[in-house]
């Protein structure tokens, strides 16, 4: 889509997405904290959360889309889904998307589900979004990069068997900087990292594409 259509549908739809700030995203389940009379908002990194969310290319989301849908919802041939494009046409021209799409049906009109986009990401959103799928395409699924999804999106599953690794990587994602650093300490003592990584957003994110490598090679042996 062309960039001054997009920005004039996030204005139209959602004009508290675009981040002003440039440095950080609101999570849906953000919280608001009062300290001394006055109250901020809890927030992550932009640059933490792409790092984080584009780790997920290593998890198993067992999601195959094919012109015939979804594994979930797909016809069963090419003749079903003519029959059921035909039948359908008179009434609403995108119900043949939400039989395709299955959890991404909501794409188009939520804006992919998005809390919050930085301004240097508007002109990547535009130029994969389309007036009547959103970030869907049919065959393909979502053509966004990882690391711009949504938790939201990233956060579905229809397998939902990721390992201990993955869940805790998904639980990350909504989280402030300050609350990832206190669930990295609380749950990961067990590893010893003293010495071998600092506390900070990038040894995490080290940490968790080693720990999802290693376990990826286990499962190919």
């Known amino acids: 889509m062309e960039f001054n259509k997009f920005l004039a549908l996030i204005i139209d739809k959602r004009p508290k997405?675009?981040?002003?700030?440039d440095v950080s995203i609101t999570h849906s389940r953000f919280q608001s904290i009062y300290k001394g009379g006055s109250s901020y908002y809890e927030v992550m990194n932009w640059s933490t959360y792409y790092?984080?969310?584009?780790?997920?290319?290593y998890l198993d989301y067992d999601c195959r889309f094919t012109e015939l849908g979804c594994k979930q919802y797909c016809f069963k041939n090419k003749k079903e889904k003519e029959e059921w494009i035909n039948k359908?046409?008179?009434?609403?021209?995108?119900?043949?998307?939400?039989?395709l799409m299955c959890c991404c049906g909501g794409c188009r009109g939520s804006l992919g589900y998005l809390p919050s986009i930085a301004p240097g990401a508007v002109r990547i959103y535009a130029r994969h979004f389309h007036y009547k799928t959103g970030f869907w395409r049919e065959g393909k699924g979502c053509v966004l990069p990882r690391k711009y999804r949504s938790i939201t999106c990233l956060g579905h599953s229809c397998s939902a068997n990721h390992s201990e690794t993955g869940r805790l990587l998904l639980k990350?994602?909504?989280?402030?900087?300050?609350?990832?650093?206190?669930?990295?300490?609380k749950n990961f003592k067990k590893h010893r990292l003293i010495g071998r990584y600092r506390w900070?957003?990038?040894?995490?994110?080290?940490?968790?594409?080693?720990?999802?490598?290693k376990e990826r090679k286990e499962e190919e042996v």
């Open 51 to 57: 790092k984080l969310a584009d780790l997920t290319k």
């Open 172 to 185: 990350a994602l909504t989280m402030s900087e300050r609350q990832l650093l206190e669930y990295f300490c």
């Open 17 to 21: 997405t675009i981040d002003t700030r």
């Open 88 to 99: 359908n046409k008179g009434e609403n021209k995108r119900r043949v998307y939400w039989k």
């Open 200 to 213: 900070s957003a990038s040894s995490i994110t080290r940490y968790f594409k080693e720990e999802l490598l």
